[in-house]
């Protein structure tokens, strides 16, 4: 069965501090990838996704992705990260066949001022 | 180009009622997804629609629970007979009719079922 692992459930930054937060899947097909961030009392809104072509995935924001397939990851980065960066980051997985999603448990971060 | 809509965006239920929630998807969308998230977790996925079908329906509990997306109208997920363990956060998802995996699902804000 599909599954996705964030290893971190609650991270904690100062302004300005680099982040990588992690996620790894397991499907034994090709997959897409997301990002979604859910910021407090909203919706869930999409980071950026990868479907084929160069593993490196720009998305909104100033954040990006590498799909790393030996490695089954799609670790999300941003380089300098600010308060308004304070949400719920999930990663997500699909078959090529479209689909449902297949969610990761949510990371929480919470950036200091 | 409005978004996914959802209502009620909070119920409230007694054990024991129903509770019916609607999900209207963005225009031009014809697939619509369902997700619970359940207190500390992730999203789960329920069912997939399209107008008049069920695609997938493998992460729905096997009672109490339903969802229809008729030919006019929302998107419906009834859940009858609620229990405690029912409060969640459910959220409705749309993307365009065409089957491709390039298609991204929006979101809608969700709604907040409490059951006392």
């Known amino acids: 069965a599909q599954s996705v692992s964030q290893h971190n459930h609650h991270v904690i930054l100062s302004e300005a501090a680099s982040l990588e937060l992690g996620c790894n899947y397991s499907?034994?097909?090709?997959?897409?990838l997301f990002w979604y961030v859910q910021y407090p009392g909203q919706h869930l809104q999409l980071l950026l996704k990868?479907?084929?072509?160069?593993?490196l995935v720009k998305g909104i924001k100033g954040f990006e992705a590498e799909f790393i397939k030996s490695k089954f990851s799609f670790n999300l980065r941003k380089p300098s990260v600010q308060w308004s960066d304070t949400a719920e980051y999930f990663c997500?997985?699909?078959?090529?066949?479209?689909?449902?999603?297949?969610f990761g448990q949510g990371t929480e971060l919470s950036v200091k001022p | 180009n409005a978004g996914v809509m959802q209502n009620p965006r909070h119920l409230v239920r007694r054990r024991g009622q129903e509770a019916r929630l609607r999900c209207s998807p963005m225009k031009g969308h014809s697939h619509v997804y369902w997700y619970r998230q359940l207190p500390e977790e992730g999203l789960k996925f329920m069912v997939y629609?399209?107008?008049?079908?069920?695609?997938?329906e493998s992460g729905m509990p096997k009672e109490r629970f339903s969802a229809e997306f008729p030919k006019e109208g929302p998107s419906i997920l009834r859940i009858q007979q609620v229990v405690r363990g029912d409060s969640a956060a459910y959220f409705c998802?749309?993307?365009?009719?065409?089957?491709?995996?390039?298609?991204?699902?929006?979101f809608g804000p969700g709604t907040r079922l409490t059951v006392l």
């Open positions: 998802a749309s993307s365009p009719g065409e089957v491709s995996s390039y298609n991204e699902q929006f």
């Open positions: 499907y034994g097909g090709t997959v897409n």
């Open positions: 990868y479907f084929s072509g160069d593993p």
């Open positions: 997500a997985v699909r078959g090529n066949q479209g689909g449902k999603l297949i």
């Open positions: 629609l399209q107008k008049e079908n069920i695609i997938d």
